[in-house]
């Protein structure tokens, strides 16, 4: 408890004493974090296409706008960091690593100043890191804490006439019970409120220590609904003003010592990551290999491809001027086959170079089996984590089209159980313990990853798995991470293991544009072999989370 109190101290001395109330002190440019642009884990364009149309767009990468706020730090020509949440888009994951690289800015005697017209729970966590927040007399904001809204499908089901057969191992995985139950299970209800009240706990305190205020006083607050208008914001001193954004302008001014806004040197953190020069020799790589998305065995440019990936990794490895590895993990997890060449290749890179995994949002299931193994690893608070379990579901719907299309379907096959899987009917009792005996060899496989990786017995990780789920900070308390940090931490590590002084990044894959692979898309196989011209069947395909009906072609 003393320490919390002299972080709360010295967070309020800094508070206090900030260069920031001196009125021409700042001589420099001012780096702005206000972009309609996204922040991604890899960046680049963006394209889809909905009912409403077509959307297009693009995306910073997370590790661009990392390096930018390194070099602010220590950049003279840099005086300030300007955050706008108003128009700034991240993640959950993504914004905690801002927030550390704002508080490196600020470690370094870099001011930051943040404002906005409205703050929610993830605005406020980011702005809250800056050394001045300042808030629109006439916005918006509200800190209600997290929440997760789940559907229970049975009863529609049921009305149709569809039966969901879920096969599992793992109490607490529950993607699929959302099919079979009208209710949450005891089990996901546990897990939930675990998992949200870890992640919210590392945020009110995070916010408080930098704020100069109490954890408990920030909880109290919220649950009453205290904090409304933008007054009682400054009342409780979660903001430092109220200020109207031509107001925010001539603050600004004040710092800079002049009285026409027009300057103001400004740069945005797109243009200025632009500028941060990849230095270091091109013999001394430090590789950072994504795996952002579902992991399948054939998909587009937002899912991970398992025998794409491995090829990379493949290449990565094979390359000698790479001299460590920062394997970025950004993924729920999926099919049990492409996990697995993933897996593999990473163990045959760690044998080469070290290998440092590096978690964003997600490394959940599949996500988790193909980095456990990894030198070190490296997760935020916030990252979903674990979900060590296999499940599967097997729909049944046969008599749903009987009954509402009046179509009936009958199988016909060369052997008893010719048509499993097959969705026409319910599994029998022995096609359910052939399924059962497939899950219960993913998972016994699985925990023998994470056993090896992370050097534990079978039945330590037997109790941390059973498809849990694990906030990053309980996943490093527990055993299943080895370090808080960022992209920019786990790149700094790998260096370190390789004993590299100065280096040059290199990403790997290389980001595809979406709208050129959508319009190519077609061009290939346009002789498709006999094998695709026969009628569909159905299989059941293995995952790490679950077993979908995917057509065979024979």
């Known amino acids: 408890m003393k320490r919390i109190h002299l972080l709360l101290f010295l967070a309020a001395g800094l508070l206090s004493s900030s260069p920031l109330s001196a009125e021409g002190f700042l001589k420099g440019k001012i780096l702005r974090l206000s972009t309609g642009s996204r922040i991604s884990e890899q960046g ?27 070099k602010a730090a220590e950049d003279k020509d840099i005086a300030l960091v300007y955050l706008n949440t108003d128009h700034f888009s991240a993640g959950m994951a993504a914004a905690e690593e801002i927030r550390a690289g704002m508080v490196r800015c600020r470690e370094k005697g870099k001011p930051v100043v943040a404002y906005g017209t409205s703050f929610g729970n993830g605005s406020y966590y980011l702005a809250s890191a800056a050394d001045r927040v300042f808030m629109n007399p006439k916005g918006d904001g509200t800190l209600s804490g997290l929440s997760s809204t789940q559907m229970f499908l049975k009863d529609l089901l049921d009305t149709l006439g569809v039966e969901i057969q879920l096969i599992r191992h793992g109490k607490f995985k529950s993607a699929g019970e959302m099919y079979i139950r009208n209710d949450i299970s005891p089990e996901n209800r546990l897990q939930y ?49 109220l200020k109207y954004r031509d107001e925010m302008e001539q603050y600004l001014c004040h710092l800079f010592g002049t009285k026409d806004p027009s300057k103001l040197s400004v740069i945005g953190i797109d243009e200025y990551a ?30 991970i491809v398992g025998e794409t990936l491995s090829r990379e990794i493949a290449k990565v490895r094979a390359d000698s001027s790479v001299k460590a590895v ?10 049990v086959v492409a996990a697995d060449m993933i897996r593999r290749e990473i163990e045959l890179l760690k044998k080469d170079k070290p290998v440092v995994a590096s978690y964003g949002s997600y490394a959940a299931s599949g996500g988790y089996l193909i980095s456990a193994g990894c030198d070190s690893v490296f997760t935020d608070n916030s990252t979903l984590t674990g979900s060590i379990g296999v499940f599967g579901m097997i729909p049944s719907y046969g008599d749903a089209v ?8 009958v199988p016909i096959g060369t052997n008893v159980h010719s048509s499993m899987g097959s969705g026409i009917a319910p599994l029998s009792e022995e096609e359910t313990a052939w399924y059962q005996n497939q899950i219960e060899g993913i998972y016994d496989d699985f925990v ?43 790149i700094e590590c790998a260096a370190s293991l390789a004993g590299l002084d100065s280096y040059r990044l290199a990403t790997y894959p290389e980001k595809k544009d979406p709208l050129k692979e959508f319009l190519s898309s077609g ?8 094998v695709k011209s026969l009628k569909p069947g159905f299989n059941a395909v293995a995952r790490m989370d679950y077993f979908y009906i995917d057509p065979i072609r024979f």
């Open 523 to 530: 061009k290939e196989d346009k002789k498709p072999p006999l």
């Open 44 to 70: 680049g364009s963006d394209f889809g296409i909905s009912l409403s149309g077509i959307s297009t767009g693009n995306s910073i990468s997370l590790l661009s706008v990392e390096r930018a706020l390194e």
């Open 274 to 303: 632009g500028k941060v020069k990849n230095k270091g020799p091109r013999s001394k790589k430090v590789a950072v290999i994504y795996a952002d998305g579902e992991i399948v065995r054939s998909g587009g440019s937002s899912d």
């Open 193 to 241: 409120e675990k998992l949200l009240g870890s992640i919210w706990s590392s945020m009110v305190c995070e916010m408080s220590s930098s704020r100069g205020l109490e954890p408990d006083s920030l909880m109290r607050w919220i649950d009453r609904l205290e904090p409304t208008a933008p007054k009682d914001w400054e009342k409780y001193g979660l903001v430092d003003g």
């Open 402 to 409: 009987k009954k509402h299309l009046h179509v009936n379907m």
């Open 448 to 490: 023998g990853v994470v056993c090896d990786g992370r050097g534990m017995t079978y039945d330590e990780v037997d109790a941390l798995a059973q498809g849990r789920v694990w906030a990053g900070k309980d996943a490093l308390e527990i055993g299943l991470a080895d370090r808080r940090g960022t992209i920019l931490d786990a």
């Open 326 to 335: 920062v394997f970025r993990v950004n993924s729920p997890g999926g099919e």
